[in-house]
Nanobody, 119 residues
């Protein structure tokens, strides 16, 4: 089992910045891909960014490229999402995700953290 706890959400004005954190515990993460997803009111949950825990390879949704940066620290078993130039359409609940395919598929979610961007 992997436990994920997000923090760092809040309310900012358009153009501002926030850094989200996801603290992981319970299992070594070397075989996992970690990611951020978000869900706005009335919309489906959507992918934001992901990072291979061991490789450090990153992937971003088009809406996040150039504004958001995903990173992780081994020592603290923590993943981050630095969000700059925030827009009102970034308003959503942001969820931390951990997934691996081998030896069996396992997927875990955090409880979410609210991000609100005012215009």
């Amino acid at each position: 089992q992997v436990q994920l706890v997000e923090s760092g959400g809040g309310m900012v004005q358009a153009g501002g910045s926030l850094r989200l954190s996801c603290a992981a515990s319970g299992r070594t993460l070397s075989s996992y891909v970690m990611g951020w997803f978000r869900q706005a009111p009335g919309k489906e949950r959507e992918f934001v960014a992901a990072i291979g825990w061991s490789s450090g390879t990153t992937n971003y949704a088009a809406s996040a490229k150039g504004r958001f940066t995903i990173s992780r620290t081994y020592a603290e078993n923590t993943m981050y999402l630095q969000m700059n130039s925030l827009k009102p359409e970034d308003t959503a609940v942001y969820y931390c995700n951990a997934v691996r395919a081998t030896p069996i598929r396992e997927e875990y979610w955090g409880q979410g953290t609210q991000v609100t961007v005012s215009s």
